[in-house]
Each structure stands twice: as C-alpha cells, then as structure tokens.
C-alpha cells in the first residue's frame, strides 16, 4: 500500500481495485484487512488522511523517506509472476473463497455436529496446504 500511496492519494476502495487489477484479480485484499493496515500506518505517521470528501490516504514525510530507504524490500508483489500463472492463483483463490461461503452456510444452517465435522474438515485441508508446501516441486 506505501507503494501505491507514493504514486498518487488514494482511499481505501481505490487501492484495493489497484491491487486487484494490478495482479489479474489473483489479489483481492478486503477491506477488513486493508482499513486496519491503513490506521495502523496512519497511528505511526506513515500516512495521513487527506483534507476533503471522504478518507483519503497520502504518504506522510515519515512514509516517502521509509518507501525510498526500503524500496527494494517493499518490492511490488503484484508483479509477481507466479500470481497469473495460467489461472491457477486465480482458480485457488475462487475456490477458497467458495469454501469460505460454505463453511459460513454450515454455521449459519448446521446444527452442532454438523458445525463440529465442517471445522474438522477444515482443520484436515490447512495441514494438507501446508504439507504441499513443505513437499516443495516435486511433481
């Protein structure tokens, strides 16, 4: 977000369309996540919000000279290739965003057995990410 901020001011919806578009849709932060950043980076004066309509966010003297001392580590993570390979973040991302609207089903529909076997399931598919992680390439 320091990043996008140095380009241009922008509101909390504006970066996250930016950061969506930027990685092919294979990012999408929430605004549960990006709003928090945003008042975290604000209470320690790396942006400020900007006079006007609505909330609008700009890097503070304290946020350009951290993005310009730490610019090669800030990076740009949207430019990473891997984001768009063919689809697959894409379709990974879809599909837990799928399991997410189920899991929500289950608790809101479920009864307490049923809440019980969701959350077993879904403890089961965390570790098996993380194995897949830990096997590395190997096909």
């Known amino acids: 977000m320091l990043v996008l901020l140095e380009e241009q001011a922008r509101n909390g919806y504006q970066l996250i369309q930016?950061?969506?578009?930027?990685?092919?849709d294979a990012w999408r932060p929430s605004p549960g996540s990006i709003?928090?950043?945003l008042q975290q980076l604000e209470d320690e004066g790396m942006v400020?919000?900007?006079?006007g309509t609505g909330r609008?966010?700009?890097?503070?003297?304290a946020g350009r000279a951290l993005v310009t001392e730490q610019r090669e580590q800030l990076?740009?993570?949207?430019?990473?290739?891997d984001l768009d390979a063919s689809?697959?973040?894409r379709e990974l991302m879809g599909t837990a965003k799928d399991v997410v609207l189920a899991a929500r089903q289950v608790l809101v529909a479920g009864s307490s057995l049923q809440v019980t076997r969701a959350t077993a399931i879904l403890v089961e598919t965390r570790r098996s990410l993380?194995?897949?992680?830990?096997?590395g390439d190997e096909e």
């Open 18 to 24: 930016e950061l969506s578009e930027r990685s092919n």
């Open 35 to 37: 709003y928090p950043v």
């Open 48 to 51: 400020v919000v900007s006079a």
């Open 56 to 61: 609008t966010y700009e890097l503070s003297d």
């Open 75 to 81: 990076g740009k993570p949207w430019e990473n290739s």
């Open 87 to 89: 689809g697959a973040a």
């Open 130 to 135: 993380y194995r897949i992680l830990a096997e």
